[in-house]
Nanobody
Framework: QLHFLESGGGLVQPGGSLKLSCAAS????????MAWYRQSPEKQREVVAT????????TYEDSVQGRFAISRDNDKKMVYLQMNALEADDTAVYYC????????WGQGTQVTVSS
């Protein structure tokens, strides 16, 4: 079974950037579609971005299209989320998981966008 550990969150001003990292453990990583999710107190957990097994054809939630970029390194069992032009509405706890999310949820990493 896969397990994930997210890192890289923090406090950033509007317009700033952060890069989130997700370290996976388990043998199936290279064979699953991965995704970043986020959850804020006001919203249910939502999919932010997905990336296919080979790293091609990423998909993005409409509000982050053009600002966020998902990538993966199957050799290192890592998934990344580069976040640029951050907005207050991006404030949330960010999680990585398979897509659909069949693995246990990690602790997530808090991203706070505030001046």
């Amino acid at each position: 079974q896969l397990h994930f550990l997210e890192s890289g969150g923090g406090l950033v001003q509007p317009g700033g950037s952060l890069k989130l990292s997700c370290a996976a453990s388990g043998n199936a990583f290279s064979f699953v579609t991965m995704a970043w999710y986020r959850q804020s107190p006001e919203k249910q957990r939502e999919v932010v971005a997905t990336i296919s097994i080979g790293g091609g054809v990423p998909t993005y939630e409409d509000s982050v299209q053009g600002r966020f970029a998902i990538s993966r390194d199957n050799d290192k069992k890592m998934v990344y989320l580069q976040m640029n032009a951050l907005e207050a509405d991006d404030t949330a706890v960010y999680y990585c998981n398979q897509h659909p999310p069949l693995a246990p949820w990690g602790q997530g990493t808090q991203v706070t966008v505030s001046s």
